[in-house]
């Protein structure tokens, strides 16, 4: 793929997404929402993935970007603008807080204390009072755009422009360098000077800043959090399937991955709306054993496979 068609490509799709709400009804428009809901948070979790740490706790930082917001605005005051990037800001602070212990584990034992985190974060919440409003939750004094769902629909693009932004920075900086050496091999990275922990740490607190960002935005939406619907293990294991599926370790993966299986889940909830989180489940073990690169790995095999062939014109 030429220079030019790499920019022109992400151009047009932006602009098409950015034009979207001027034509499409309220039903339309309130699943391209959550699709772009779901695009950023798998966006995110791919920054860690790079690693090769695999974080279970999407819906763990989401929910306090969702709380965050809600209580800024609250018992600070803060207008709703602001506490969305209060939610990205305290959710990158308890990330950095926790990552001091954490990100000393590895594989499996990572993966499940993410897990567990996400579950402690709704279990306080649930039972915090008035503090955090208890099972019930909280509801945001004031809404940014009192539900006007065109607006509503941009800043979700507008969480997705961030969290792309940040994907590519990873890709085309030391980042992306540093953090595969040490998905491929610890020892020979550490050889090579990299600061592992360092690294670890920027994208584990990255990847919760955006999460959390994700959560104040969807706050705006449904004005309330209460720990059972922000803290929803749906928050993780949609994002992570969507990721898989498109293919990780980049950034048009995840897109790809939340466009098709976005618009399937829709239709799953309508068609089995208590067992469509096993339809996801079967969707990640399939990839993994059948696709492990996703649909945007296999699409960069071809191409290279087509590049390599002698007698092909290149241009």
């Known amino acids: 793929m030429s220079r030019a068609v790499r920019w022109i490509v992400p151009v047009v799709a932006l602009a098409v997404a950015a034009l979207f709400p001027l034509a499409a009804g309220p039903y339309p428009l309130a699943v391209a929402r959550s699709v772009l809901t779901y695009m950023a948070l798998a966006m995110s979790w791919d920054l860690l993935l790079r690693s090769g740490q695999i974080s279970f706790g999407i819906a763990g930082f989401f929910g306090i970007g969702a709380y965050t917001a809600a209580l800024s605005a609250l018992h600070l005051g803060l207008p709703p603008v602001l506490s969305i990037v209060a939610a990205g800001v305290v959710a990158a602070a308890l990330a950095a807080v926790l990552g001091l212990v954490i990100l000393r584990l590895r594989t499996v034992y990572f993966a499940i204390t993410t897990l567990a985190l996400a ?138 991955g939340a466009l098709l299986l976005g618009v399937a889940a829709e239709y799953l909830k309508l068609k089995i709306p208590y067992g469509h989180l096993v339809v996801y489940g079967i969707i990640i073990v399939l990839v993994i054993l059948l696709m492990p690169r996703g649909l945007y790995g296999v699409y960069r095999g071809q191409v290279k496979a087509w590049a390599g062939r002698p007698g092909v014109d290149r241009g």
Do not use: C
Request: avoid cysteine; charge should be neutral; glycine fraction near 10%.
């Open 119 to 256: 579950e402690i974060f709704r279990v306080i919440m649930q039972n915090g009072g008035d503090a955090s409003g208890g099972p019930e939750g909280l509801v945001m004094p004031s809404l940014i755009f009192n539900g006007e769902a065109k607006a509503l629909y941009w800043t979700s693009l507008a969480a997705v422009l961030l969290s792309g932004t940040v994907s590519a920075l990873f890709q085309r900086s030391r980042a992306r360098l540093a953090l595969t050496a040490i998905r491929n091999n610890e020892l020979s990275a550490r050889s090579s000077g990299i600061h592992i922990f360092t690294w670890l740490m920027i994208a584990f607190v990255s990847s919760s800043f955006l999460q959390g960002i994700v959560g104040g935005i969807q706050l705006q939406e449904y004005g309330f959090a209460s720990p059972d619907s922000v803290f929803d293990s749906y928050y993780t294991l949609l994002p992570l399937a969507m990721a898989l599926l498109g293919g990780t370790y980049s950034t048009p993966g995840p897109v790809v």
